[in-house]
């Protein structure tokens, strides 16, 4: 299957005929959540799969793979963090509807959609997003930015001393004893 650079999967025979209707593509530069830009270093691949079960209901599944630009929580240098995400939504048509919606009932979640094409870009980003880390260290030993200078002391040493302080170091001078 080629891969394609569109984000989404025309529905139109499954939604006639049943059966499963397949995707594969790319995704490239980045993810978008809002105004938070999350930077690939190449492209994004994903594959899906939508399968009808019965009635109006469809079974999405798919899994979307790369590598993001991340910083570094340390010394905030990009750093190439691979993200590999898996994703299962119900899926149920409904004509007419020209955006995909959310519906959480009871103990079911599932989307509605009423366009033959799906996009499947916020699925993907949602999924991807998720499976992020929280932080990354560009290496293990980063020593990170000079809190005085700011210089990052990876590269070079800046001369300054960092003083490390205790929370407890005001409680000292009441204990003379200890």
Request: a negative charge; one cysteine or more; aromatic letters at 8%.
């Amino acid at each position: 299957m080629e891969q394609r650079e569109v984000t989404s999967i025309n529905l139109a025979r499954i939604l006639k005929e049943g059966g499963t209707a397949r995707a594969v593509g790319v995704v490239r530069e980045a993810f978008h959540v809002g105004e938070e830009r999350f930077p690939l270093e190449g492209e994004a691949t994903w594959k899906v799969a939508v399968s009808a079960v019965g009635g109006q209901e469809y079974w999405l599944s798919g899994e979307v793979e790369g590598v993001v630009l991340m910083e570094c929580r340390r010394c905030l240098k990009p750093t190439p963090t691979h993200v590999h995400a898996h994703f299962q939504h119900l899926l149920r048509y409904q004509e007419g509807l020209k955006e995909v919606v959310f519906h959480e009932e009871e103990e079911e979640e599932y989307y509605t959609f009423g366009l033959p094409d799906l996009d499947l870009l916020p699925f993907l980003t949602e999924a991807f997003v998720t499976e992020m880390p929280y932080t990354v260290l560009c290496e293990e030993g980063c020593k990170g930015l000079c809190p005085v200078c700011g210089a990052d002391r990876n590269l070079a040493d800046c001369g300054h001393e960092v003083r490390l302080s205790h929370p407890f170091t005001g409680l000292k001078d009441l204990l003379p004893e200890l």
